[in-house]
Each structure stands twice: as structure tokens, then as C-alpha cells.
């Protein structure tokens, strides 16, 4: 998770989508200007929910997949870097959230 772009810190929860309901498997914190990295996540849809801790204002990411994928050396996985901008063009769409869905 990257947040070098932001001079809010974030309040963030990773949200596994693979039943219903859905329901948060990670949280953490990630300072303004700063990035954090999740290890040993396992394959899966996901998006990413987060509180600007300036604003209080909530987003979330759009939905993405991690995978594990099996080769001839052995197994292999998904490595994902969402960017958390508040300008245009990062690599992921946000859209609103409701405090219920947070």
C-alpha cells in the first residue's frame, strides 16, 4: 500500500470479498507520506477500505483478486501495489463509503 502521495495518514482495512459478508482479514495504519506492506495474504478477491484521519472521509478501492498460481518450481503469488492518490490517475478507482460499510 502506497501513501507517499498523501499528507493524511490512513486508517486501512484489507476486506476479503469471498463470501458473503464480507469482513475485514488485516487492519493498519500507514503515516502520511508513508507505504506499509502485507505479507502471507491468501488467494482471493479483496478490496481496500480507508479513513483519511485528516478529513475523517471514507473510500474504498475497487475489487481485486490475489492468486496462487502453481509452476514447475513450485508455487507462485500475486504481488499487487494499490496507490492511495487523491489526484487523478492512480492505479486504482475509490469510490465513497458509508460508516456502515467501513
Known sequence: MDN???KSDVFVKLISLDGPPAYPIRIFFIPAYGSFTLNSVRA???DIRYRDLDTGGLSRSEAFSLD????YQGTQFSEVT???YKVQNGNMQAYGLD????
Open 99 to 102: 460508516e456502515s460499510e467501513f
Open 82 to 84: 494499490l496507490t492511495l
Open 68 to 71: 496462487e498460481i502453481g509452476t
Open 44 to 46: 482471493g478477491k479483496y
Open 4 to 6: 507517499s502521495q498523501n
